[in-house]
């Protein structure tokens, strides 16, 4: 059953769409991206650039990481800055629970220690002004992780 949306700023509004979207990922345990009638209702005129990214795992070496953000970061500045963007994807990362120097980026909803994925994920959207949408509202503690580690 649909639910109203009671948000009063874009940035919210944004958080509100991601925590949404992660509920119904985690039911239906696959890749979806749906969009809530009252949301394309009330679009005017926008544009809006959807990047899927999947970074390298943790074992991989670091010049293929490196390889994948600078890919990244070539395709973030194709983007038009007029036009909005939705970035989804796994970037095998830890962000850490609390936001630690990155206020504005991290929303203060993570999940144990920052590891190095985590800082370069949060380095990348400090770099181009994005949010961690996911970060921004509480998780059940069964969806804090996708996966872990079999040892």
């Known amino acids: 059953m649909a639910r109203e949306l009671e948000i009063d700023t874009p940035f919210q509004q944004v958080v509100e769409i991601a925590r949404r979207l992660e509920e119904l990922l985690n ?35 670091e ?13 973030m500045r194709q983007v038009p800055h007029a036009e909005k963007l939705f970035i989804g994807g796994d970037f095998n990362g830890h962000i850490g629970s609390t936001a630690g120097g990155y206020d504005g980026v991290h929303g203060g909803f993570g999940f144990g220690e920052r ?13 181009f002004g994005l949010v961690i949408a996911n970060s921004s509202f509480p998780k059940r503690e069964e969806y804090l992780v996708t996966s872990k580690d079999s040892d």
């Open 27 to 61: 039911l239906i345990k696959g890749v979806s991206i749906l969009v809530d009638r009252e949301l394309r209702e009330s679009v005017v005129e926008c544009t809006l650039s959807v990047v899927c990214a999947y970074a390298p795992y943790a074992g991989l070496d």
């Open 63 to 75: 010049e293929v990481k490196r390889h994948f953000w600078e890919g990244l970061d070539e395709i």
């Open 115 to 127: 590891n190095g994925g985590g800082t370069s994920l949060l380095d990348f959207a400090k770099a």
